[in-house]
């Protein structure tokens, strides 16, 4: 069964204080209403916050802390980047990898995002691998051969899943208020669910969880949370907001996995 989940990406948004008032508030709102076990949720705050948030959330809290980014390499004279090593070793469990800002801004191509999936699977981390085309792709109807290229280049010599997720954000959704039309979005989710059936099992297809993300809102979620191939959200803007990022999760939860309830 795929436990449904919301994934929070506070980007660079938030001081200490403010990521600290936020788990105080969210985890007693959260498991008001909703049972623990039925919806999966990480956090991944700015990165000096892993720690902090990982101990302000207790060792026995269902709640997750992730990276946004992780370096390629094991060690070494990277200033300012961060390893696997340093992200687990203050609490992160999960990493964001090929998000569309990273690829972007930071010009972040398919071949460095395999290296930096190869880096957390290598380190045991969960890797979250973002996918989605822009704007001009979606209109030039190359939307599924961008996502494919994706999914074939960050995959390309590995062999396992490493518990993976795979996010679905269409670029010129995020941020932006533009959501992807939901039958859009369940057909670039079946067909990633499809890629993954080909290149690993069709049981490792049945069982991964598939995110949908941008400009996801307490507004909009039911649209997305019932879909059959979308099990989970990632959330940027509205995850700042406690209650806005409550309301999402607990949609989430009641719609269940792939939107059975
Ligand atoms: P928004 O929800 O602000 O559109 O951001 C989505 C996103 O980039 C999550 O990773």
Redesign the pocket.
Known sequence: MRIPCAYA?WKMNKTLFEALDFVYKFVPGLFSEIKEGSIGVTIFPPAPFIWPMRQELGESSPIFIGAQNIHAEKEGAFTGELSGSIIRSAGATHV?IG???RRNIFGEDNAMIAKKLGRALRDRIIPIL?VGENLRERESGKAKEIVEEQLAMAWEGQEVTGGALI?Y?PVW????GKNAEPKDAQAMAEFVRDWVARYFTPETAGTMRILY????SPENISNYAKLPDIDCA?????SLDTKAFLEIAKAIAKAGPGGAV
């Open positions: 990406n964001l998000h569309s800002e973002c996010a954000e959704a995020i941020g932006t993300g941008g400009s996801v990632l959330v940027g803007g509205a």
